[in-house]
């Protein structure tokens, strides 16, 4: 059963770059036809995808957070990160790693979430 | 950015009943329509992918229609877990973006 975990800091402090990794077990992250992404969702209201990536490298971002947004690959740890840098307050969210199979690009698999705050 | 609106944006009904909520999308999106389920402090869940397709595991009370601009997703009769927010997501091209939501509650 394909397993994906979130992990990393929980507070953020404004202008800093928010850091996350989803660990993937269960299957291997360099399987052909899946994409692996990031979703978040603020307290209260409704999802945005942040961007998605396969696993040679290819990456596509949400062009609302593509100059601050950087997502990769570590294929040796079968893990996939996020950066997110300059964040303020309204990056405050539960942010969510998720597989998607390339076409339909359904999310299939998610993690559990993990609430980053950006907070002084 | 192609736009998904939901309707409606929430709905009071009881176990038993039939449940009918509707997603449409600012452009023709052929059938790459996805719905999640998701309820408090939960990851949402896939229940219907291109349009129509039943996820695997999912109840198949649950059911999806339609094609180009105008979608469904049907409940044929609504179970006690099923009380929870609902999002259609478009797949058609990049950024992937999802509906408002539409909140399930008991009457």
């Known amino acids: 059963q394909l397993q994906l975990q979130e992990s990393g800091p929980g507070l953020v402090k404004p202008s800093e770059t928010l850091s996350l990794t989803c660990t993937v077990s269960g299957g291997s992250i360099s399987r052909n036809n899946y994409y692996w992404g990031w979703i978040r969702q603020p307290p209260g209201k409704g999802l945005e995808w942040i961007g998605s990536m396969y696993y040679s490298g290819s990456t596509y971002y949400n062009p609302s957070l593509q100059s601050r947004v950087t997502i990769s690959v570590d294929t040796s740890k079968n893990q996939f990160s996020l950066k997110l840098s300059s964040v303020t307050a309204a990056d405050t969210a539960m942010y969510y790693c998720?597989?998607?199979?390339?076409?339909?690009?359904?999310?299939?698999?998610w993690g559990q979430g993990t609430l980053v705050t950006v907070s002084s | 950015d192609i736009q998904m609106t939901q309707s409606p944006s929430s709905l009071s009904t009881s176990v038993g009943d039939r449940v009918t909520i509707t997603c449409r999308a600012s452009?023709?999106?052929?059938?790459?329509l996805n719905w999640y389920q998701q309820k408090p402090g939960k990851a949402p869940k896939l229940l219907i992918y291109?349009?129509?397709s039943l996820q695997s595991g999912v109840p198949s009370r649950f059911s999806g229609s339609g094609s180009g601009t105008n979608f469904t997703l049907t409940i044929s009769s609504l179970q006690p877990e099923d009380f929870a927010t609902y999002y259609c997501?478009?797949?058609?091209?990049?950024?992937?973006?999802f509906g408002p939501g539409t909140k399930v509650d008991i009457k």
């Open positions: 452009q023709s999106i052929s059938s790459y």
């Open positions: 291109a349009a129509s």
């Open positions: 997501q478009q797949s058609y091209s990049a950024p992937f973006t």
């Open positions: 998720a597989r998607s199979v390339v076409v339909p690009a359904a999310f299939d698999y």
